[in-house]
C-alpha cells in the first residue's frame, strides 16, 4: 500500500509561535494533497490544499509547501492559538484519484 | 446545507452481532467513501461507492464486512458478526466529483464488548 507518514507525533508550541507539521510521502504518482485537522470525538476538517504543480499555497494563518523532489509536505501555522490543538493528518491521492491515504497524524499541543 | 451525517454515533455490540453504519452524503454528492481509524492512528481507506455501484472496495476484509449506496437512502456499512477488533470509528466523506477534496461526517464509533 501507499505509505504517507509524519515526522513528529506530537507537537507542542506556545501560543502566538507558529507550527510546523512535517509529513513524507512515498507515490511520486501523486498529484494532490491535503491536510485535514480532526479535533478529539470529532471527524476530520479540510484545512488547505496543494496540487502538484504548485510549491506553496496559502490560506487565513495557514500555508502548505510541497518539495516534490524528496516528496515532502509541510504545514505551517501562524500565531498559533489554543484552538489549533488537534491533530493534522496530511493525505494524498497516490496512484488512485478516487481515494486518499492519511498519514499516522501529529498531535499539535499549544501551551498557553 | 448540510454536511455528512452519519449514525448512530455511537453503537455499542456484543461479540457475534451486527453492525449497520449510515451515511448521508452532502447534498448533489454522489460519491461516498467509508473509513476506518483505530484510536491514535490515522485513516485507512475502506471502500468508495457511487449510486448504486461499488467502485473500489480494496480496503474492505473479504469476510463479514459489505457495504452499499442506494438509488434512494444512506450508504450502508454493515458488520456481520462483530468481533472485538471491529471496535473504532467509522468515518464517512462524500465528494461531489470522484476526485478533489473529502468532506467527513462526525463518525460512527463501534465499541464491540
Known amino acids: 500500500g501507499e505509505s504517507v507518514g509524519l515526522h513528529l507525533p506530537t507537537l507542542s508550541v506556545q501560543e502566538g509561535d507558529n507550527s510546523i507539521i512535517n509529513c513524507a510521502y512515498s507515490n511520486s504518482a501523486s498529484d494532490y494533497f491535503i491536510w485535514y485537522k480532526q479535533e478529539s470525538g470529532k471527524g476530520p476538517q479540510f484545512i488547505i490544499d496543494i496540487r502538484s504543480n504548485m510549491d506553496k499555497r496559502q490560506g487565513q494563518r495557514v500555508t502548505v509547501l510541497l518539495n516534490k523532489t524528496v516528496k515532502h509536505l509541510s504545514l505551517q501555522i501562524a500565531a498559533t492559538q489554543p484552538g489549533d490543538s488537534a491533530v493534522y493528518f496530511c493525505a494524498e491521492n497516490g496512484y488512485n484519484f478516487n481515494k486518499f491515504y492519511f498519514g499516522s497524524g501529529t498531535k499539535l499541543n499549544v501551551k498557553p | 446545507n448540510a454536511g455528512v451525517m452519519q449514525n448512530p454515533r455511537h453503537l455499542v455490540r456484543r461479540r457475534g452481532q451486527e453492525a449497520r453504519l449510515r451515511c448521508s452524503p452532502m447534498k448533489g454528492h454522489s460519491h461516498v467513501y467509508w473509513y476506518r481509524q483505530l484510536p491514535e492512528e490515522g485513516l485507512k481507506f475502506m471502500v468508495y461507492?457511487?449510486?448504486?455501484?461499488?467502485?473500489?472496495e480494496s480496503g474492505m476484509p473479504k469476510e463479514r464486512f459489505s457495504a452499499e449506496f442506494p438509488k434512494e437512502g444512506p450508504s450502508i456499512l454493515r458488520i456481520q458478526q462483530v468481533v472485538r477488533g471491529d471496535s473504532a470509528a467509522y468515518f464517512c466523506?462524500?465528494?461531489?466529483?470522484?476526485?478533489?477534496?473529502?468532506?467527513f461526517g462526525e463518525g460512527s464509533r463501534l465499541t464491540v464488548l
Open positions: 466523506a462524500s465528494s461531489p466529483q470522484g476526485h478533489g477534496e473529502l468532506f
Open positions: 461507492l457511487q449510486k448504486e455501484n461499488i467502485i473500489d
